[in-house]
């Protein structure tokens, strides 16, 4: 216990490291996660078969060998940018593709004969998409991308394999000093899961204020 107050303030600066590129990564996340969805359910097939490439190559890719590739290859090909920025995009690209999947699955919870009754009055498929699809589906996967947020806080781990000090590593550099790898590795997997639990509630809370009454 020591050792977490002694080095306290390099962990809750790793902590403010988790917190803010895992913000960013939600927003960037959920705004691609549903660009994609509306990309699946297009009535263009071009735009449905890149829509579908891109869900399943990154659905199916581990991030840990897309953060190196981009981290330690793109440089080599010319493309630099700086460390935390290659990482949130890694993150938002790697996260968008579950995202769209939770999307798509409220999109087909929504009655197709209301998707009928919008052409009927005339609406495009934009106009039907944004004004009767997507709200209605995204209500609808409240706690699912809740738990797609959850899986992203806990991916910003991976981030210490390329040298981003967050609160893994944070916590990692304190135990090469002190030797006490049971209290810090505990403590930083209790904050891991305190940020978990807020998600779940703030999730839960927020599905109940959004409920579609059918």
């Known amino acids: 216990m020591q050792a977490l107050l002694d080095d306290l303030g390099p962990l809750l600066t790793g902590l403010l490291t988790t917190l803010w590129m895992a913000g960013l990564s939600a927003v960037g996340a959920l705004v691609l996660g549903v660009v994609v969805t509306a990309m699946r359910v297009s009535p263009i097939p ?3 078969g890149v829509a579908f490439a891109y869900v399943q190559l990154f659905l199916n890719v581990p991030l840990l060998a897309l953060l190196v590739l981009f981290v330690f290859a793109l440089p080599d090909a010319g493309l630099l940018m700086p460390l935390p920025v290659t990482a949130v995009v890694v993150l938002i690209i790697y996260e968008a593709a579950y995202v ?20 009927a009055l005339g609406l495009t498929f934009r106009q039907t998409l944004g004004s009767v699809i997507l709200p209605q589906a995204l209500r609808a996967v409240v706690q699912p991308v809740g738990n797609v ?3 992203l806080v806990m991916n910003t781990s991976l981030f210490a394999a390329v040298g981003i000090v967050e609160l893994t590593a ?6 090469l000093v002190h030797a006490q790898p049971i209290p810090i590795f505990v403590g930083a997997g209790l904050t ?17 204020r959004v409920a579609i009454v059918r």
């Not at 769209?100 to 009655?111: D, F, H, I, K, Q």
């Not at 944070?170 to 135990?175: L, R, V």
């Open 100 to 119: 769209a999947e939770a999307v798509r699955s409220g999109v087909n919870t929504v009655a197709l004969g209301q998707a009928e009754a919008a052409r």
């Open 170 to 175: 944070a916590a990692n550099k304190t135990n």
């Open 149 to 151: 947020m959850i899986a």
């Open 192 to 208: 891991y899961m305190v940020l978990a639990l807020l998600i779940g509630l703030s999730t839960g809370w927020l599905e109940r």
């Open 46 to 48: 071009v735009l449905r």
